[in-house]
T-cell receptor, first 114, second 115 residues
Framework: AQSVTQPDIHITVSEGASLELRCNYSYGATPYLFWYVQSPGQGLQLLLKYFSGDTLVQGIKGFEAEFKRSQSSFNLRKPSVHWSDAAEYFCAVAVNQAGTALIFGKGTTLSVSS | EPEVTQTPSHQVTQMGQEVILRCVPISNHLYFYWYRQILGQKVEFLVSFYNNEISEKSEIFDDQFSVERPDGSNFTLKIRSTKLEDSAMYFC?????????????FGPGTRLLVL
């Protein structure tokens, strides 16, 4: 069965430092992969998504993610974190290409220290 | 920017009571979804809805759950007889089209507490 693992429950990064949030997936075929962010009181907002092609995907707010098939990973990165990036981040995979259900990881809470 | 809205933001109910969670999807979207997140667990897919019919549902979405689009703007999730384990954050989402490549836009959620 398809699954998503986010190994880090909580990460603290200094403002201005680089960030990498890990995501591993289990899926038989080429996955459709997503990163969402949730700020307090807000809905889940799509940061970026990968379907095919270039394995390095650019998203909003300066985020990028790299799809590595050999490692079954889709890690999210940002070169320089801002205090406003503090939020909860969710990695998700689509169940199948024609379907609509997303399978989410448990999420990683990012704290930013000054 | 258009957004998905949900009401109420919080709801407390007694076990066995019926609750209706409301959502207003983005106006030109055609596909609607409910997800839930039990505290400390993953966000889980419940159901998708299109053209007044359920498109997909998970095994969580049993007979105590139902969805409806009662008018042109609202999308509701009804839980007929709530159980303690229904306590969770419920997210509504909508998308313009169907398919895994379509972006699903999520609302802020309704936190349901069943006592």
């Amino acid at each position: 069965a398809q699954s998503v693992t986010q190994p880090d429950i909580h990460i603290t990064v200094s403002e201005g430092a680089s960030l990498e949030l890990r995501c591993n997936y289990s899926y038989g075929a080429t996955p459709y992969l997503f990163w969402y962010v949730q700020s307090p009181g807000q809905g889940l907002q799509l940061l970026l998504k990968y379907f095919s092609g270039d394995t390095l995907v650019q998203g909003i707010k300066g985020f990028e993610a790299e799809f590595k098939r050999s490692q079954s990973s889709f890690n999210l990165r940002k070169p320089s974190v801002h205090w406003s990036d503090a939020a909860e981040y969710f990695c998700a995979v689509a169940v199948n290409q024609a379907g609509t259900a997303l399978i989410f990881g448990k999420g990683t809470t990012l704290s930013v220290s000054s | 920017e258009p957004e998905v809205t949900q009401t109420p933001s919080h709801q407390v109910t007694q076990m066995g009571q019926e609750v209706i969670l409301r959502c207003v999807p983005i106006s030109n979207h055609l596909y609607f979804y409910w997800y839930r997140q039990i505290l400390g667990q993953k966000v889980e897919f419940l159901v998708s809805f299109y053209n007044n019919e359920i498109s997909e549902k998970s095994e969580i979405f049993d007979d105590q759950f139902s969805v409806e689009r009662p008018d042109g703007s609202n999308f509701t999730l009804k839980i007929r007889s709530t159980k303690l384990e229904d306590s969770a954050m419920y997210f509504c989402a909508s998308s313009l089209g169907q398919g895994s490549w379509e972006t699903q836009y999520f609302g802020p959620g309704t936190r349901l507490l069943v006592l």
